[in-house]
């Protein structure tokens, strides 16, 4: 919805909350009274720190159904999402230690159980993968931006219905094993997107300096 009314100013709802709370300590993330507070407090929970219960069925869809309403030059949808069923969480835990194990061969026992942990983190895991047209117009660096904004908009969709999103990549997201696993030939792994309900109280993070992110252009 756009707004028109003289009365917002000239940055409108959205900026004025954000700036009201980009330096502020927040002691409410996620903040679902608003679609401007929720963007203005939206922090990620930790994936270890995950519980019960993470999104049902219906809940499911509908935040994936939402991460497709991203900006999609040409109306390619280059991406996709891989779900991963409860069921099949320790089939993909052993399936990633034995990748890591045969990229790392002396790997440690520690090493071994932060590999075959991973998957299992949190109530649901979705896969994103960029899934770009090679023989389209559209540059490859804009489909790739469209699957970066649809992981993201994946987890603003658990944020808005009451769960929390953490999105990570590290040696999965980049090892030929893995991928191998989850994606077809072409298709790259954007992130991996764990959801569920926070075990822990969330903390804030370091965000920049607005004046050291943000200039002004002069001609």
Request: net charge neutral; aromatic share 8%.
């Amino acid at each position: 919805m756009v707004a028109r009314s003289s009365s917002l100013g000239r940055r409108g709802p959205v900026a004025s909350v954000a700036l009201q709370r980009y330096s502020a300590d927040m002691d409410n993330f996620n903040d679902t009274t608003s679609a401007a507070s929720l963007l203005a407090t939206r922090r990620s929970g930790k994936a270890r720190d995950m519980v019960d219960p993470g999104p049902d069925p219906t809940q499911q869809r509908a935040i994936l159904a939402t991460a497709m309403r991203v900006p999609d030059h040409g109306k390619l949808a280059p991406w996709r999402f891989v779900t991963i069923a409860g069921d099949q969480r320790a089939a993909l835990s052993a399936a990633l230690e034995a990748a890591y194990v045969a990229d790392t061969p002396d790997a440690g026992r520690l090493e071994r159980e932060a590999a075959r942990s991973f998957a299992v983190q949190a109530p649901w895991l979705v896969v994103v993968l960029s899934h770009p047209n090679p023989d389209s117009h559209i540059p490859l660096w804009e489909q790739q931006l469209s699957a970066g904004a649809a992981t993201m908009q994946l987890c603003n969709a658990a944020h808005a219905l009451g769960f929390v999103a953490n999105w990570l990549t590290g040696w999965v997201t980049y090892s030929p094993a893995v991928s191998a696993l989850l994606a077809i030939p072409g298709e790259t792994i954007a992130g991996f997107v764990f959801i569920g309900s926070p075990g822990k109280p969330l903390d804030e993070r370091p965000r920049p300096d607005f004046d050291a992110v943000v200039r002004e252009w002069r001609g």
